[in-house]
């Protein structure tokens, strides 16, 4: 559904702040494709845009992209943004520039929600989901749209079932762009992990949309240009189990009506290796790799974090078990918990050679606003604000041997040879258990054997060429070419490039220690 017509007509421009580089974007891939830019479509700011009454005009910017020009500004009527906290300082830029046009800005999403206080010069902040908040914004602005005397916070209090979302207005966005499609099926978790703000900020009991919500969704995602993969960025894609065994008949019939075009990822705990019924529909729905928060092979550290349920499977277990249906599991790390010692960093890098894991986005602990970390650090007064530093988190080790620890682990897993070794492993023994797609012509259309195409160029040319771990490079590539298996060996590379090349600078001190970090480097993703 869309907010309720009102007469007067307001130019809204949506404006996407850029990220600030971080392993979990993927820059270093995008030159490897056709003309990616951005690494996701902001749901958030999308729904928000399709939500406005319909008789409101609205232009989207991602900065990711391009930056939002004098003439977007002067075009407008009002700003909205919206973002994360990693995106606090060009959050605030987009606002100074808008008020250099004496437009009033609005902020809502996950920061602002969590952290009010970070955003003193916008003129509204929308605090929470979408609902009566957004109402609220849409009527005042319909009423004025010069900007307030002083800032007025919204809060929602009444939230829109998410049944009633409307689809994202992903025609706005150029979604050939980005490197991933981004899709959400629910909001919330029934955990409660200690570091973790989604259960204060989304709620414990997981609110839905309709499979066939998903299913329409999807099919403006494919109309408006997207390809490759879609990501469902649900917190916990099994945190109601029942919702999701629901949906996946309708995401497997969808897959066989389009002709398998994309593949699916998600993020759930890891638990999910108890729930075979789950899994065997996935693989059917061609979903290819689960995002586990496994954070610490240490039992000690899980119970302490409250992180109990990665434990109902042995972990590695659980990984093969999820691997046995063909999907790859991307794994998080937490280094700089209280459990630490210093010999954590040598037993993560034997789990993770164990484990075969490639991807594993390795973080230093943060404490997040909202968490029960928060407020235990509070009382002990561990808290350190300190913009030059790595963490938040006054570590119970020294600060610089935690620093040191996460740069060794870094350089050490993501050495080409074993990080290609690792993805060798994964095509042997994952994706060989996927499901044999049918042939289809969306498949084998001329504008996806272009696209594969111009990445084996570019591939060949930028890192067997001019790359500097070129044998490496060429014994993985050659056994991928004599073996057919170009699929593999494209989205491997894509993946291991952006690892390699962002892992050096990591453990060369260039690249922030935790995705959460609000030390900002230079090195942002441009908007050119
Ligand atoms: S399981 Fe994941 S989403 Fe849920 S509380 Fe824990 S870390 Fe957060």
Not at 101 to 112: E, L, N, T, Y
Not at 361 to 371: G, S
Request: glycine share 6%.
């Amino acid at each position: 559904m869309r907010a309720e017509s009102v007469e007067t007509v307001r130019r809204i421009l949506c404006v996407f702040p850029r990220y600030t580089s971080a392993f979990g974007t993927f820059e270093y891939a995008y030159p490897l494709t056709d003309g990616v830019q951005a690494f996701m479509p902001p749901q958030g700011l999308l729904l928000i845009a399709a939500y406005l009454p319909e008789n409101w005009p609205v232009r989207f910017i991602d900065e990711n992209i391009h930056p939002a020009t004098d003439e977007d500004f002067e075009w407008a009527e009002a700003v909205f943004v919206s973002g994360m906290h990693i995106q606090r300082r060009h959050m605030n830029d987009i606002c100074r520039r808008a008020h250099a046009f004496d437009r009033p800005v609005a902020i809502g999403g996950p920061s602002v929600s969590a952290c009010p206080d970070y955003y003193p010069s916008f003129d509204y902040l929308h605090v929470g989901e979408l609902g009566d908040a957004t109402d609220e914004l849409i009527a005042r602005l319909a009423r004025d749209s010069s900007r307030p005397a002083r800032q007025i916070v919204l809060k929602t209090a009444d939230r829109l079932e998410m049944a009633r979302f409307p689809i994202p207005a992903y025609e706005l966005a150029d979604l050939k762009r980005y490197f991933l499609g981004s899709i959400q099926y629910s909001s919330g978790c029934p955990y409660q992990c200690e570091f973790c703000d989604i259960p204060g900020l989304y709620g414990r009991n997981p609110r839905l949309k309709s499979p066939q919500q998903i299913t329409a969704e999807l099919d403006k995602m494919l109309e408006c240009g997207i390809r490759g993969s879609v990501y469902f960025v649900d917190d916990n894609f099994i945190g109601n189990r029942k919702a999701a065994l629901d949906l996946l008949p309708h995401l497997i019939e969808w897959q066989k009506k389009t002709g398998y075009v994309v593949r699916f990822s998600c993020e759930a705990t890891l638990n999910i290796a108890k729930r075979p019924e789950i899994l065997a529909g996935m693989r059917e729905a061609f979903f290819s790799t689960i995002f586990c928060g496994i954070e610490t092979p240490d039992p000690i550290a899980l119970k302490a974090m409250h992180k109990d349920h990665n434990m109902m499977v042995p972990i590695m277990e659980a990984i093969r078990t999820i691997n046995n249906y063909g999907m790859e599991v991307v794994s998080g790390i937490i280094l700089g918990l209280d459990t630490d010692k210093p010999e954590t960093g040598q037993h993560l890098l034997e789990f993770i050679e164990a484990s075969q894991i490639p991807l594993l986005t390795i973080n230093l602990l943060q404490a997040l606003p909202k968490t029960p970390l928060w407020d235990r650090l509070a009382r002990e007064n561990r808290l350190i604000e300190d913009e030059s530093r790595e963490s938040n988190v006054d570590f119970r080790l020294p600060y610089e041997d935690v620093v040191r620890t996460w740069r060794d682990c870094m350089r050490s897993a993501f050495e080409p040879a074993k990080l290609l070794a690792r993805y060798e492993h994964q095509i042997r023994h994952t994706y060989s258990n996927q499901i044999e797609r049918p042939p289809s012509r969306q498949r084998a259309s001329w504008q996806n054997v272009k696209l594969g195409l111009t990445m084996l160029r570019n591939i060949f040319w930028k890192v067997g060429v001019l790359g500097d771990y070129k044998i490496q490079f060429w014994k993985f590539a050659l056994r991928r070419l004599g073996r057919g298996e170009i699929e593999y060996f494209i989205s491997s590379m894509l993946v291991a490039h952006h690892l390699i090349v962002f892992a050096r600078a990591a453990s060369g001190g260039q690249q922030n220690a935790s995705n959460y970090s609000i030390r900002l480097r230079e090195a942002s993703v441009p908007a050119e």
